[in-house]
């Protein structure tokens, strides 16, 4: 923070705009002397020989925090890659919406065409759901909610699963045809938490009052289970935690793309371990994947 001007960086999107104004009515509330800019960072380089945007910069947010360009970042959780460098570590955790999936359909349907192909925008959420829905053909997708949504009602697709919190924040929650338990489709790690990630030297005691404890735990056991599952194979994971009193009770999934296998387990202990609760039921997952 240079005096009492604070630069938040993000990438340009249709929600960042809402998030966004989640951190600054905040700031405008807790610390009305602060000075909040925001600035859009781009995510693509420019190819020197065309001079045409191109190559994608996966470190673009990471490198604004690194040059003191940006204060800090605030974005959706799982946008955040699990393994983040020592010096630009996550110093803030909001309380956690709805980490919850959920359906769109054409109006006026209530179940999906079999004809058609239903959207994601995960294989892991295609490979859970194909359980859900036996014969139905899934595929991934990708754009913006209202593209996705839109791709729906022309019938390119008989309907799509995304996060229920971001369908609410675009304006899309009356098109809900259908929530799923995270029993019935376990969400990505960290669905429905925003972040904000710093530099390990920064003071940035002014979020105190956005950052929430429970949030942080569940988080940490989630992403360091992923992580751990995920890093140097061919796998995904989803995982969802929950704190009740001090207790952490962590569930997660690991899929193994090459064996096309899929291993599930819990595990729960003190809320404050979750770290090692994560590391715990990744190696045991991992395991069982392995035989």
């Known amino acids: 923070m240079k005096g009492k001007r604070v630069s938040v960086g993000s990438i340009e999107g249709e929600l960042q705009d ?39 910069s996966e470190n673009a947010l990471e490198d604004a925090l690194r040059s003191g360009l940006t204060d800090l970042t605030f974005r959706d959780l799982t946008e955040i890659p699990y393994s983040i460098p020592d010096e630009l570590p996550i110093v803030a955790y909001t309380r956690r919406g709805d980490p919850r999936d959920a359906m769109v ?19 892991m959420k295609a490979f859970q759901l194909k359980c859900l829905f036996p014969g139905v053909r899934f595929a991934i997708a990708k754009g913006t909610i209202p593209e996705l949504v839109e791709r729906v009602d022309c019938g390119h697709y008989s309907g799509i699963v ?31 938490i925003l972040a904000a990630q710093g530099r390990a030297e920064e003071d940035y005691s002014y979020l105190a009052g956005l950052s929430d404890q429970a949030s942080a735990c569940e988080a940490v056991a989630e992403r360091v289970f992923a992580d751990m599952v995920t890093r140097g ?39 404050v371990e979750a770290g090692a609760l994560g590391a715990a039921l990744a190696s045991r997952l991992r395991a069982g994947c392995d035989r």
């Open 18 to 56: 809402v998030r966004n104004g989640i951190l600054t009515g905040y700031l405008r509330e807790t610390r009305p002397d602060l000075e909040i800019v925001t600035i859009s960072i781009r995510t693509t380089e420019k190819n020197e020989s065309t001079g045409e945007a191109g190559v994608k």
């Open 105 to 123: 359909l054409p109006e006026g349907r209530k179940n999906p065409d079999p004809a058609r192909p239903m959207a994601t925008t995960t294989r």
């Open 162 to 192: 995304l996060p229920a919190q971001n369908l609410i924040l675009s304006g899309f929650e009356k098109r809900i045809t259908r929530y799923f338990t995270e029993q019935e489709l376990m969400p990505e790690p960290g669905q429905g």
């Open 233 to 271: 194979r061919a796998a995904d994971a989803s995982a969802n935690a929950k704190i009740s009193g001090d207790q952490l009770i962590l569930r997660g999934i690991c899929y193994d793309r090459r064996q096309k296998k899929m291993t599930r387990g819990a595990v729960s202990g003190h809320a």
